[in-house]
């Protein structure tokens, strides 16, 4: 197998990776997918490929908030392709303590590095109730400025960026971001 690329055995594992939604949400009453499940489901396939997955956390400031920007970085020989995913603890999080918030972000970062990485999708079916939740969002002033200061660092115009933003267009702009980190744009 280490006659074949990085890139080449990315795109096999990204083929066969099948992650299950694994885990059970029963006051939402859905499935969903933990950072954990795609662990599980990705270690026999890196080993078929002898590949080197690794996950790192970094505490970064943007705006006046901190986030927590997760790296995933598969290798193989001296090869390596990267993928970063912000996301930012909770102002309030009842019934948690300040660390199991910020592992609990942690988690979130991490899952959506990896699913950068590996091209999974958890975009909600057109036909749900949640998914016409998240569609008709506004974002908030805060998450437009985190917004506003990721597109000036990648150098886009920022001047038409509109008062009140779609959540899924915000969704669109930080995959794009994720996706020129890994593409190292």
Do not use: W
């Not at 489901?41 to 956390?57: E, F, H, I, N, S």
Request: aromatic share 8%.
């Amino acid at each position: 197998m280490d006659e074949m690329s990085l890139n080449g055995k990315l795109m096999l594992i990204q083929s066969e990776l099948k992650a299950p939604k694994g885990q059970r949400n029963t006051f939402g009453k859905y499935n969903y997918r933990s950072c954990e499940d795609i662990y599980e489901a990705v270690k026999p396939l890196l080993c078929k490929y002898d590949c080197t997955l690794t996950v790192t956390d970094d505490l970064v400031m943007i705006g006046q908030r901190y986030y927590i920007k997760a790296t995933a970085t598969i290798r193989s020989g001296a090869e390596s392709q990267t993928v970063c995913a912000f996301a930012r603890e909770s102002e309030d999080k009842k019934g948690m303590d300040a660390s199991q918030v910020t592992g609990a972000t942690s988690s979130y970062a991490r899952k959506y590095a990896l699913n950068g990485l590996f091209l999974i999708d958890d975009s909600k079916d057109a036909d749900t109730d949640e998914y016409q939740q998240q569609t008709s969002q506004i974002i908030s002033d805060k998450e437009r400025e985190v917004l506003i200061n990721l597109m000036q660092k990648h150098g886009m115009d920022t001047s038409k960026v509109p008062a009140r933003v779609a959540r899924t267009d915000y969704v669109k702009y930080m995959r794009r971001f994720q996706s020129d980190e890994r593409n190292g744009q």
